[in-house]
């Protein structure tokens, strides 16, 4: 049977194949990923702060993607690609393909701040954020500390909120933002109020001075000035995941591959890239920025793109549907955006907190909802280890 491969179970991975094994029964889809369950990313500030519990963020890939006859779901690290040779090495065996999508997705990037990789932690998948969780748990019974958030972007911003509101007078927080205000891409309104509500729960904001290192004990700015830490949080950006370039894979200046805007990766057929680990060339030729909404609607081009290739037909650029934005300031506020609309307050929470629910809604309908519980009167389900290995084993058999 011909083989589609598909690399990591992320947004753009699940969408893709959810998308491929409906539509290319001619196939076998393969989809590697070293998790037997999609790590939901827009959650880890939750769990980091100890407001949501791991299991309930890591949704089994047997969950999301039922009964699907010519899907193979391997777990494993992906080590290696051998593009030239059309294989994938992985710590469980070299898969060969006839044609590859790349959902690999992103990395810390740490802009080669000196002890920024060694000292600080990230939120970038589940494990992280249980590290960061277990640190601030111990340090909280220890009577609180000193914790330093690099990067005011929507993620440092609603993790020190989290934090502040999960442990209410505990720690000492500071956010470290480069640029002049946080949120620099959104409104200036939003930015100011999110600001405003950052400070009423004492967090200290330091705008307009870059870190210049990470030590054991805390942070130098720019300026000279050194900010104690007894932990530093890392949310100052990503990078593409590095696999792609190490392979020899066209890739931009962080490390994203370089793809048209039909998700093709440039001047190589037969492999096409979805989400944080490609940069999609946006309307106006900028790459788009890696968001989970865009994810998903790139891992539904890339794969439709596959099928009409291997049909004959020509691939279509991605048309780029912007939801909106919505973030979570704690304790009952947010901010959002929803076209032309602004929220904030009460109105912005209540639209940041169903994005979950709206996820699994479009990956599955009411059925996945029904299956992880969310329907019921009682508390929904965990990903136990039980069902996970029960999912590995009939997966894995497939
Ligand atoms: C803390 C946090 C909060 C965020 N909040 C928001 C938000 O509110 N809204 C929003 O739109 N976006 C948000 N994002 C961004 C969003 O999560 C990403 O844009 C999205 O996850 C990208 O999807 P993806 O499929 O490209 O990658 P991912 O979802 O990261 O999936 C990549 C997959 O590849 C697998 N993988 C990687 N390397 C290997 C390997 N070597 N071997 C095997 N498997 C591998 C991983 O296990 C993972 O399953 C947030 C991100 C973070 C970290």
């Not at 065996?93 to 600080?120: D, F, K, M, N």
């Not at 998948?125 to 249980?130: I, K």
């Not at 996945?368 to 965990?382: F, I, K, M």
Request: proline share 6%; aromatic share 4%.
């Amino acid at each position: 049977m011909r083989r589609l491969v598909i690399l990591g179970a992320g947004y753009a991975g699940v969408r893709a194949a959810q998308t491929l094994t409906a539509r290319l029964e001619e196939m076998e889809v393969v989809l590697i990923d070293r998790h037997l369950g999609q790590e939901i990313l827009t959650e880890m500030y939750k769990v980091a702060a100890g407001h949501r519990e791991p299991a309930r963020v890591e949704i089994p890939l047997h969950r999301l993607l039922p009964h699907h006859r010519n899907l193979r779901i391997v777990q494993a690290d992906i080590e290696r690609l051998d593009w030239r040779r059309r294989e994938v090495l992985t710590s469980r065996a070299a898969i060969a393909y006839e044609s590859l999508l790349v959902c690999l997705g992103a990395t810390p990037e740490y802009y080669a701040v000196p002890g920024a990789r060694e000292h600080a932690l990230t939120l970038q998948y589940l494990d992280s954020a249980v590290r960061v969780r277990r640190r601030l748990e111990r340090l909280a019974r220890r009577g609180g500390g000193h914790v330093v958030i690099v990067g005011g972007g929507l993620t440092g911003v609603e993790l020190a909120s989290e934090i502040a509101s999960g442990h209410p007078g505990r720690f000492h927080l500071t956010l470290a933002q480069a640029a002049a205000s946080i949120l620099p891409d959104e409104e200036p309104r939003l930015a100011a109020y999110a600001e405003r509500v950052l400070e009423r729960v004492d967090i200290d904001v330091r705008r307009g001075e870059s870190v210049r290192r990470v030590g054991e004990g805390g942070v130098q700015l720019s300026s000279g000035a050194l900010l104690p830490a007894d932990l530093v949080l890392w949310t100052g950006g990503v990078r593409g995941n590095p696999l792609p370039q190490e392979a020899g894979l066209p890739v931009d200046g962080r490390g994203r591959l370089r793809v048209l805007g039909t998700l093709e990766v440039d001047g190589c057929p037969g492999i096409f890239a979805a989400g944080d680990v490609a940069a999609v060339p946006g309307p106006d030729g900028h790459a788009l920025p890696p968001t989970a909404q865009l994810a998903v609607q790139e891992g539904f081009r890339a794969a439709r793109n596959i099928v009409r290739v291997m049909r004959g037909q020509e691939p279509q650029p991605l048309q780029v549907r912007i939801l909106g934005m919505a973030a979570s300031l704690g304790r009952g506020r947010g901010i959002a955006r929803l076209g032309h609309l602004s929220l904030q307050g009460r109105p912005g929470q209540i639209v940041h907190e169903p994005a979950l629910l709206r996820y699994l809604y479009g990956i599955g309908g009411l059925g996945l909802l029904r299956r992880e519980g969310y329907l019921s009167w009682t508390s929904p389900p965990a990903a136990t280890p039980q069902a996970k290995s029960d999912g590995a084993s009939r997966l894995l058999g497939h």
